[in-house]
């Protein structure tokens, strides 16, 4: 995670410990279904432990 402190337990994207609000920025996942509903993707969720940043990102804690 870009060396941030940012909680984290499973590392796949299932315990979802990590969610956060995409305040500004874009991701992209590996994952086919990393572990958010449609609604949470676009209210602009993003679980940053199996998230990819496409562009500098602002995260605030979910």
């Known amino acids: 995670m ?3 402190n940012w ?7 299932t315990c979802r410990t990590c969610i956060g609000k995409l305040e500004s920025g ?3 996942y590996e994952l086919e279904w990393p572990g958010l509903s ?5 209210e602009g969720y993003a ?3 199996v998230a990819y940043p496409c562009s500098d990102i602002v ?4």
């Open 59 to 62: 995260i605030s804690p979910g």
């Open 7 to 13: 909680p984290s337990s499973c590392r796949n994207g």
């Open 26 to 28: 874009q991701v992209r």
């Open 2 to 4: 870009g060396g941030a």
């Open 47 to 49: 679980l940053p432990c």
């Open 38 to 42: 449609a609604e949470e993707k676009t």
